[in-house]
C-alpha cells in the first residue's frame, strides 16, 4: 500500500475515544449477546419454577353409544342398548410440602333399553338417570417427596442458576471490555510508532536531499550520498513495518466491536495515554477475591451443585403415601332435582383412607445417584479453589507488570530528554565539522528508540491497569457505571 493512499485512508477513517469503545463492544459483541441471551435463558426458567405450584383445571366430556349382545333363556339372543354423557372438572393443586388435592365435580346421563322375555319380545327402557358426584381427594407422601426440601428444590436451583448466569453475563462483558481496550490502546501505541516513525523517514529524506544539494555544489563527497539513502530505506522499511502492524491492529479491534470485514482502518480519538496510579498486591487480591465475577459465577454453581447433593437420589428412595377421598353423589331417575337433593343432602357418602408402599429391591441406584452427586460438588469446590488461586497469581502478574511499567515510563521520560539534548547537540557538531555523520544517526536512532519504549511504558502500563480491573470486578462497573 503506497504512503499517500494510507494516509488517506487513515485521514477518512472514524475515531473512536475509550468510552464509544466500550459502548460499541457492549451493544454488539456477539459474546456479551450471547451471555445476555443465556441470562434470558435462565430467567425463563426460573419463571417456569415459579409455575410449578399452581392450581390446574382440567374439564372432560364425552359422550358414549354402546350396544352389547346378550344370551335369552331359550335359544335366542338380543342386543342392550345403552348411551352415556359425561361431563366433568377438576381443580388440581399439589403444595411444595409435597400435598396433592384434588376437588372433582362429574355429572353423567346415562340410559338405555333391552329386551327380555323368552322370545326377546318385551322391551324394557331405562331412564334416562342422572347422576351427580363431587369427591375430594387427598395424596399426602409420607418418605419419598415429603417437605419444602424437596420440593423447592428445582426452584432454588433455578434462582442460583439465574444468579450464575447474571454472574457470567457481567464476566463475559468485563472480558470483552478488558480484550477491546487492551487492543484500542494496543493500536493507539501501534499509531503512535508510526508517526515516530514517520517523523524519522521525513527527517532522513530531508537530510538526504540537503546532502545531495551540498553534493552539487561540492561541499560533500559523492560516496556521502549512499549513506544519506541506505539511511532513508533502513527507515522506510521501519515504518512500512510500523504500518502494517497498525493496519493488522485496526482489523483486530473491529473484530472485538463486532464490525465485519471492509469496515476500514479505526483510529483512536485519545490524545494522550491516561497516567496510571501505582496499585499493592494485598489489595488487589482481597478486592478480587470478594468482587470478582467468575469466583461469583463458580461459587454459584457450587452452591447450585451442593443442593443437587442434598436432594439426590430422591426418586429412588421408597414411597409411602397416604391417600384418602370423600365423596357424595346423587342419582335422579327421569329427572335431576332427586339427584341435587341426594348430593347437596349428603344422602350417599362415601370414604377411603390407604397407604401405598414401595419398596426399591436394590439400594444401588440410590447410592450411586448420591455420589454422583458428590462428586460433581466436590469438582466444583475444586474449580473454585483453582479459580482462586489462579486469580491469586493474574492478580501479581499484573501488579509486577504495573509497577515494571511505571518504573521504564520514569526512565524512558528521561532517555527521551537527555537524547534530545543529545541529537541537537551533535548535530550541531556535524554542522561544525566536529563529529561524523554515523554519531548523528546514532543519536537520532537513540531518541526514536526512547520515543517507542516511553510510549510502549505508558500503554504497557494502561493495559495492565485493565487487565488488574478485569480480575478485581471493577471494570464494567467503571466503565458502563454498573448497567
Known amino acids: 500500500m503506497s504512503e499517500w493512499v494510507l494516509r488517506v485512508l487513515l485521514a477518512a477513517a472514524p ?50 353409544h354402546l350396544q352389547s349382545p346378550s344370551l335369552l333363556s331359550g335359544n335366542g339372543t338380543t342386543v342392550q342398548t345403552s348411551d352415556n354423557y359425561q361431563l366433568a372438572s377438576e381443580l388440581r393443586h399439589t403444595f411444595s410440602f409435597g400435598t396433592a388435592l384434588a376437588l372433582r365435580v362429574e355429572g353423567t346421563r346415562f340410559g338405555g333399553q333391552s329386551q327380555f322375555g323368552a322370545g326377546g319380545n318385551q322391551l324394557v327402557i331405562l331412564g334416562p338417570g342422572y347422576n351427580l358426584l363431587g369427591k375430594l381427594s387427598l395424596t399426602q407422601p409420607l418418605l419419598r ?30 472480558q470483552v471490555l478488558r480484550d477491546v481496550l487492551v487492543a484500542y490502546w494496543e493500536l493507539w501505541y501501534n499509531q503512535r510508532a508510526v508517526q515516530i516513525e514517520r517523523s524519522a523517514f521525513e527527517l532522513a529524506v530531508r537530510q538526504k536531499d540537503d546532502a545531495l544539494a551540498r553534493i552539487g555544489i561540492g561541499a560533500l563527497a559523492q560516496v556521502d550520498a549512499y549513506t544519506f539513502e541506505t539511511r532513508v530505506a533502513e527507515l522506510e522499511q521501519s515504518l512500512a513495518a510500523a504500518e502494517a502492524t497498525a493496519e493488522a491492529q485496526s482489523v483486530e479491534l473491529a473484530r472485538g466491536l463486532g464490525r465485519g470485514e471492509g469496515t476500514g482502518p479505526l483510529t483512536p480519538g485519545d490524545l494522550v495515554v491516561p497516567t496510571v496510579e501505582a496499585r499493592t498486591l494485598a489489595q488487589e487480591v482481597d478486592r478480587a477475591l470478594e468482587a470478582s465475577a467468575e469466583l461469583q459465577r463458580l461459587r ?34 327421569q329427572e335431576i332435582p332427586p339427584a341435587l337433593q341426594q348430593l347437596f343432602g349428603l344422602e350417599a357418602v362415601s370414604a377411603r383412607v390407604g397407604l401405598t408402599l414401595e419398596l426399591p429391591l436394590t439400594g444401588s441406584r440410590y447410592q450411586a445417584t448420591k455420589e454422583s ?90 493495559q495492565a491497569s485493565l487487565r488488574l480491573d478485569h480480575l478485581t470486578g471493577v471494570l464494567l462497573s467503571t466503565a458502563v457505571g454498573g448497567d
Not at 415429603?146 to 464476566?171: C, K, P, V, Y
Not at 447450585?304 to 391417600?323: C, T, Y
Open 373 to 462: 452427586a458428590g462428586l460433581a460438588a466436590s469438582a466444583a469446590r475444586s474449580r473454585l479453589l483453582s479459580s482462586e488461586q489462579q486469580l491469586r497469581a493474574s492478580c501479581a502478574t499484573e501488579v509486577v507488570r504495573l509497577e515494571q511499567a511505571r518504573r521504564r515510563v520514569t526512565l524512558a521520560t528521561r532517555t527521551v530528554e537527555l537524547a534530545t539534548k543529545s541529537v541537537a547537540a551533535q548535530e550541531e557538531r556535524y554542522q561544525q565539522g566536529d563529529a561524523i555523520l554515523l554519531q548523528v544517526y546514532e543519536a537520532q536512532d537513540t531518541l526514536r528508540r526512547a520515543q517507542l519504549s516511553l510510549e510502549r511504558s505508558r500503554v504497557d502500563a494502561v
Open 145 to 174: 417427596g415429603l417437605g419444602n426440601q424437596i420440593g423447592e428444590a428445582a426452584l432454588r436451583q433455578a434462582r442460583l442458576s439465574r444468579t450464575a448466569a447474571e454472574h457470567a453475563r457481567d464476566q463475559a462483558a468485563s
Open 300 to 333: 454459584t454453581q457450587l452452591e447450585v451443585a451442593l443442593d443437587q447433593a442434598m436432594v439426590a437420589g430422591e426418586s429412588e428412595r421408597p414411597r409411602l403415601d397416604l391417600d384418602a377421598y370423600l365423596q357424595a353423589q346423587g342419582l335422579g331417575n
Open 15 to 64: 475515531t473512536l475515544d475509550a468510552q464509544a469503545v466500550v459502548e460499541e463492544a457492549i451493544a454488539h459483541n456477539p459474546l456479551v449477546e450471547a451471555a445476555i441471551f443465556d441470562l434470558k435463558k435462565a430467567e425463563q426458567d426460573l419463571g417456569a419454577e415459579g409455575y410449578r405450584y399452581y392450581p390446574s383445571l382440567l374439564v372432560a366430556a364425552g359422550a358414549t
